[in-house]
C-alpha cells in the first residue's frame, strides 16, 4: 500500500500522476478551476513543464495549460491515481495466481 503523498500540482514531474484533493484558493480561484475543468478527485498528468514553470496537463481527454503560480494552488494526492490504475493492479494481481 502507498503513503500518501500530498504536493502541490506544480511539484510533480512530467509523466507524474495524480489525484486533485484540494484547491488552495479563495472563491475566485476554486471557480475559474471549476470552470476549467479541474475537480476534487479529478485525475491529473503532467505532460510538459518544469518546477517553476507553466506545465500542460491532462484531466480526462482535455488538455489544459497551468501557470506556475496556478498549480502550484491544486493539492494532488500522489498516492490515488484512480479506480482504473487500481483495476490494472487487482487484474495483474489475478493473471499472476
Known sequence: ???KTLLPLSLLSVG???????LNGGRTFQEKMI???INQGDIVEVLTGTPGQALLVLIGNTRLALGFGLAHKIEIDTSRTGR??????DLDSLRRL
Do not use: L, P, Q, Y
Not at 507524474?16 to 484540494?22: I, L, Y
Not at 482504473?84 to 493492479?89: D, G, Q
Open 84 to 89: 482504473s490504475e487500481a483495476m490494472r493492479n
Open 16 to 22: 507524474e500522476k495524480g489525484t486533485v484533493v484540494k
Open 1 to 3: 500500500m502507498k503513503t
Open 35 to 37: 470552470s476549467m475543468g
